[in-house]
């Protein structure tokens, strides 16, 4: 009887009639089953983070603690967006959520980027950078969105792609040379953690522009794979980065006192 069930719950055709992926690894095709079950961990993976972030909250500063919460918050609207991509991808037999990516990015990139004025404790001369690093990325996002939804090597596609990395390379600039100097003065131990954070997003987001191009190959599930890996990285290694920083920042700060 539980074997029937299991035949049947593997049949599901959903509306568009399109046969679903199998939670069985061996009923669909290994890349399938490879990129299905990375949007579970995925999902498990950023659940995982939020958690640990908030419970993580009440053991740093409390000037720190807002930015704890953001790196919970980011993980948490990621989780929720991975278990609606996991169902999406699922139910449609391989079909690519990538709306639901693009509307995850819209959230939770912006706010992984205000942790750095929150870390630097800029009071109101970080209120330029944040509207920077903010209206940067919602342009970089939108831009990206319109080039995914346009027509592969079409002069759109291209055009919107190339806004949307120039918006990229400008985010970067930002964080190497607006925020430079700041970043530099910082306590070192929370210099060096906000250094290494920079370096996720000039190489560990360069992974996004060159998954797009994977589009003109027909790389679907490569693509998937590599951006389901990258943004658990990107997220919450970013998070605990930060967490680490900040630390490591208050046991030098007691060793001095105590000192």
């Not at 060096?192 to 790389?219: C, D």
């Amino acid at each position: 009887m539980h074997a029937l069930l299991a035949v049947a719950a593997d049949a599901i055709v959903t509306a568009g009639g399109v046969t679903a992926l199998s939670s069985d690894f061996t009923k669909n095709t290994p890349l399938q089953s490879i990129t299905l079950y990375l949007f579970f961990a995925g999902t498990v993976a950023m659940g995982a983070g939020a958690l640990y972030f908030f419970l993580m909250r009440n053991n740093v500063e409390p000037a720190y603690r807002s930015t704890m919460v953001v790196a919970g918050l980011i993980c948490a609207i990621a989780c929720f967006h991975y278990f609606k991509m996991t169902h999406v991808y699922q139910e449609s037999g391989g079909q690519f959520p990538t709306a639901l990516r693009y509307i995850d990015w819209l959230f939770t990139t912006p706010l992984l980027l205000v942790k750095f004025p929150l870390l630097l404790r800029m009071g109101d001369r970080g209120t330029k950078f944040f509207f920077q690093l903010v209206l940067l990325d919602v342009a970089m996002i939108v831009t990206a969105f319109i080039a995914e939804t346009s027509p592969v090597n079409s002069e759109r596609w291209w055009t919107f792609f190339l806004v949307s990395c120039v918006c990229e390379l400008m985010i970067v600039g930002v964080l190497f040379m607006s925020l430079g100097h700041a970043i530099a003065e910082a306590p070192a131990p929370l210099a060096k953690s906000l250094e290494t954070m920079r370096l996720f997003v000039l190489f560990g987001w360069a992974i996004y522009p060159i998954g797009f191009l994977m589009a003109r190959s027909g790389n679907g599930e490569y693509r998937e794979i590599v951006y389901n890996i990258a943004d658990v990285i990107n997220k919450v290694g970013f998070g605990l980065v930060a967490y680490h920083g900040i630390q490591a920042m208050s046991h030098s700060n007691e060793s001095h006192n105590q000192g």
